[in-house]
């Protein structure tokens, strides 16, 4: 037998060869976009409640923004491994996946923009 593969072989239709499986990126991406999310929720949450300040006050002289930005971090970093895990070997819809991470990024810039965010909380 030859063991040089025929150019059909490598370049051919091959779903396998062609395009692995996207799955880890599509996790990457969608898990940016639930993280900077959690961010936006957060920053609302611990500006619109002195109980939730407080809980989200890791080190005092930063006040409660060491909370939100550690515990977002934590939710990106948690959603990317299960996700990553999930669909480690799968190939995925990489558009809709871009398109949901776009949205909740601008989710999060809406909410961490200071006057919509006071707007919401009824200052």
């Given at each position: 037998?030859?063991?040089i593969q025929s150019p059909e072989r490598t370049y051919?239709?091959?779903s396998a060869i062609d395009?692995?499986?996207n799955g880890?990126?599509?996790a990457a991406i969608l898990s940016a976009g639930i993280g900077s999310c959690a961010l936006g929720i957060l920053a609302v949450i611990g500006d619109g409640s002195a109980a939730?300040?407080?809980w989200l006050t890791f080190y005092l002289p930063t006040g409660p923004l060491s909370g939100v930005t550690t515990t977002a971090i934590l939710v990106w970093l948690i959603t990317w491994f299960i996700l990553a895990m999930r669909w480690r070997s799968k190939t995925i819809a990489i558009a809709?996946?871009?398109t949901v991470a776009f949205v909740l990024l601008g989710l999060s810039l809406l909410l961490t923009f200071p006057p919509f965010a006071d707007?919401?909380?009824g200052k």
């Open positions: 037998m030859n063991d051919g239709n091959n395009h692995p499986p880890p990126v599509g939730a300040a407080h809709k996946v871009n707007r919401l909380l």
